[in-house]
């Protein structure tokens, strides 16, 4: 039975993947931070949805963005087959009005949270060697846009970051791929941190019109049976390249409403393998079959 570890399962993203892959007979470790606290509500649920249908799913506390949160949980954890990164917040606001410590935040929690979990499972997985880490990024880890820029930053990082892990890793038989959700009907907007610089915030009248429109264009999309906005998509993302065979699973996929992110990724890809063939890296792209 393969073992899936699954971060941010609280809600969106990882909530619904949480169940899905328990239903698909995999042993889920599902994962969130105040499990027994803000949380406790959907740990509770997670765990008696795996009651009642006598599946292997496991809610366990971990805070991505301390170590030792992270060591305590996962030193208790057997091998994991596949590790998704789920994870994560956005921080919305002019860049001017965050302070240094906002935006170590943003990038702690979507960045270096990403590498603690990747770090907890990695010598396990070296020792199988075999596994796969999919990393959830975003279209706007490819493309910029005003009152995003902080959170633009944490998924631009968390791309390179990933990449140079893809590279690292396929030698020893473990997998680094990178999932890109377009806008989709979760709490991700809801939950989003504004600045607590307003007075600076306000100066900026054209990005904060921009993003109370782009509100409403995603709120529009939700309510739109047609758009592609049903969280399971990106589950179904998530499952298809777990599926895939070794040597097979593209680097980025993007899901959704992909605001022209598709065509960036397939224009660079050729340049990218380029890239790897001038500085004779092409072996390192994705493990071998």
Known sequence: MKKILITGCSSGFGYSAAKHFAQKGYAVYATMRNSKGKNAEKANELT????SKGLNLTVLDIDVTSDE?????????PAIDVLINNAGVGYG??????????ILDQLDLNIVGTIRMANAVL??????KSGLIIQLSSVVGRIAVPGFGV????KWGLEGISEALRYELAPLGIDVVMVEPGPFATNFFTNMIPTE??????????VNAFMNGFGEQVAAMNADENAPTDPMLVVQAFENLINLPNGSRPLRTPVGVDFGVTAINDAM????????????LTDLDGPKP
């Open 123 to 128: 010598p396990k997985m070296r020792a199988q």
């Open 197 to 206: 610089n307003e007075e600076i915030a306000t100066a900026y009248e054209h």
């Open 48 to 51: 008696e949805f795996g009651k």
């Open 269 to 280: 890809e050729p340049h990218r393998k380029g890239s790897l063939e001038g500085m004779g």
């Open 93 to 102: 606001g002019p860049i001017e009005s965050f302070s240094s410590k906002e």
């Open 69 to 77: 949160s992270v060591h305590k949980t996962m030193k208790d954890v």
């Open 151 to 154: 959170y633009n930053a944490s």
